[in-house]
């Protein structure tokens, strides 16, 4: 298993990624909203894993909850699973509660699926399947 992004939640995704890109020196991908989640996100390459940046198109949406109580600033972490749905029902016999009990759509044409942080110490995980 391997990182496949860090998840950065973000007032004003373009005046983040102007500030990344100048400080990282690249690109970031274009902007793509994700209606199941209520957020427009972007993504810089970082080495082998990406930072991904979330906006919230929503204020009740979970980012904007977020944002509201804690402000800019990670949010979760997502590893590269061949099977989302398969990593979330081993994390639920194993006692992890889960956010989502079956993957849904996420960024870049990816089925993605969360554990609650209470599984992993604090921590907010997405499993995310490798793009065709």
Not at 36 to 51: I, M, P, W
Request: proline share 7%.
């Amino acid at each position: 298993m391997e990182v496949d992004h860090l998840g950065i939640a973000v007032h004003d995704l373009a005046s983040a990624l102007a500030r990344w890109e100048r400080t990282l020196g690249s690109a970031a991908s274009p902007p793509e909203e994700v209606p199941s989640q209520r957020v427009r996100v972007a993504f810089l390459e970082v080495g082998e894993t990406h930072l991904e940046f979330l906006e919230p198109t929503d204020p009740a949406s979970p980012i904007g909850r977020f944002l509201e109580s804690r402000g800019e600033g990670l949010h979760h972490v997502a590893f590269l699973v061949p099977s989302v749905d398969r990593k979330l029902a081993e994390v639920s016999a194993e006692g992890g509660r889960l956010i989502d009990s079956l993957s849904r759509p996420g960024a870049r044409g990816r089925r993605v699926g969360f554990v609650h942080p209470s599984a992993f110490g604090g921590v907010l995980v997405e499993f995310v399947e490798r793009g065709q």
